[in-house]
């Protein structure tokens, strides 16, 4: 539970994180498309995914989640990365958005995330995060954009995976163990 929050997470943030969670939830279920052929347990399966993505984007900019994994051996965060092909896969299974695009976003975060996992200066990991979410996110609109009423999960899963996780944003990257 501690890589979910960090070792000392504070009431503020722990609200936040549900906030956002619960909010892209709810938005994820208000732009599915009504008269699609998805049923009970497909929608709560990809309800529990936006839950996931949203509240990870903000639960990876926390002071408690970012000092809790970089104070970690690397191979951790590695790992984190790698068994984020879940969300993925899901997004085949439940949705049925293409596998190519699922295979895009997983290949993508896990290229682009151990890139900036690997740099070991904050003053180029924050830019070099930048770069690649953006190219990312370029590369998602205009060569695997599924519906619009999915578009928006494909973004939020390279933000929170890209930019969000793999930067250390208090600079704690000295404690960091190899």
């Keep these: 539970m501690k890589g979910l929050y960090g070792a000392s997470p504070d009431v503020a943030g722990l609200v936040l994180i549900h906030i956002a969670g619960l909010a892209t939830g709810v938005a994820a279920m208000l732009m599915l498309p009504t008269d699609e052929e998805l049923g009970f347990a497909s929608r709560v399966i990809f309800f529990a995914l936006a839950v996931d993505v949203g509240g990870g984007v903000v639960a990876n900019g926390t002071r408690s989640t970012n000092d809790w994994y970089a104070t970690q051996p690397l191979k951790l965060s590695y790992l984190f990365l ?7 896969v899901l997004l085949s299974l439940v949705v049925g958005v293409s596998w190519s695009t699922s295979a895009f976003l997983y290949l993508y975060q896990l290229v682009a995330g151990g890139l900036v ?21 370029l590369l998602y609109f205009v060569f695997f954009l599924p519906s619009p009423a999915l578009s928006w ?16 944003h208090y600079a704690g990257l000295k404690s960091r163990q190899r």
Excluded at 82 to 88: D, G, K, L, M, T
Excluded at 154 to 165: A, D, H, Q, S, T
């Design 82 to 88: 790698v068994v984020h092909i879940i969300q993925p």
């Design 117 to 137: 996992l690997g740099i070991r200066r904050p003053d180029l990991q924050k830019p070099m995060a930048a770069g690649l979410l953006t190219l990312g996110v």
């Design 153 to 168: 999960i494909g973004v939020l899963y390279l933000i929170k995976l890209v930019m969000m996780f793999p930067v250390d």
